[in-house]
């Protein structure tokens, strides 16, 4: 076990919050929980921290004994939540295999628009980059299309709930969400196919033209107007390995204010 937080300030805001907690580690592998607006990779050299820099100086001495630091459950920037870090090369081989053969469970919480009819709900529909089938402003948007990889999810709403604003009251529910594939923004596409949004999602929500503002300007009283919240409300809660353990996150702290009815 471990009980490693790491803190940095991050970038728009005037506070320190932390940025990952290592939950549980072992010999091979870690499971991390990590804060929103926190990269995992760099994007740039000598940019912003990102996960795999700040894990691989905590890890620097395994590091120099023939360790390394494979993420293997990738999230989103926005997305907060648990993720599984492989320590050696012999770990990471076999999490890439066992998340191939779908053995690495995944369980995600988040907030959309609205109540839906249903209680349970799968959907079934491929996924591929959305530049590759027609014009696309956004180079990395993914689309249902017949041509794209198989993309399955299955749905759950945890509860329904009302909240009042500026504008009225508008209807909420939290989600569970149970992907049995791995695709990009899988979770986030197939919700907004299907009438539910996530709250905060500047690509796939109300107005995809909110995303290239946001490049251009970044959060703006209008853009906290639309979309509530300054990222998309998805949470990774639950993370399954077979034959090595079970880990669960609860709800982060600012959706979990949303939920309460605090903005």
Not at 34 to 49: E, I, S
Not at 114 to 121: F, I, V
Not at 182 to 195: C, D, F, K, N, P
Not at 197 to 211: A, C, N, R, S, T
């Amino acid at each position: 076990m471990a009980a490693a937080i790491v803190t940095q300030l991050i970038r728009g805001g005037n506070r320190i919050s932390r940025t990952f907690k290592i939950i549980d580690e072992m010999d091979h592998y870690l499971v991390v929980d990590k804060a929103p607006f926190f990269l995992m990779h760099p994007t740039k050299p000598n940019g912003a921290p990102t996960l795999w820099k700040e894990l691989r100086e905590l890890l620097a001495f395994e590091i120099v004994n023939a360790g390394q630091v494979s993420i293997v459950n990738r999230l989103d920037r926005e997305t907060s939540g648990l993720v599984l870090v492989a320590k050696t090369p012999a770990a990471a081989r076999k999490f890439g295999i066992l998340m191939q053969q779908r053995r690495v469970k995944k369980e995600y919480l988040a907030i959309v628009w609205g109540w839906p009819e249903w209680e349970t709900r799968v959907v079934d529909a491929p996924l591929g980059r959305q530049g590759k089938y027609r014009e696309s402003a956004i180079w990395l948007k993914q689309t249902i299309h017949p041509a794209g990889g198989p993309a399955q999810t299955e749905f759950h709403v945890e509860r329904r709930f009302i909240k009042s604003g500026s504008s009225g009251a508008d209807k909420f529910s939290l989600i569970r969400a149970v992907p049995h594939t791995g695709r990009t923004h899988q979770i986030r596409v197939h919700l907004a196919s299907i009438g539910c949004p996530i709250v905060g999602d500047k690509i796939y929500g109300p107005d995809e033209q909110l995303y290239l503002r946001f490049i251009q300007t970044g959060w703006t009283p209008d853009l906290e107007r639309q979309l509530l919240l300054p990222r998309h409300a998805l949470h990774s809660t639950k993370l399954a390995i077979e034959s090595e353990g079970e880990w669960t996150s609860p709800l982060s702290v600012d959706l979990a204010k949303f939920c309460s009815g605090d903005l």
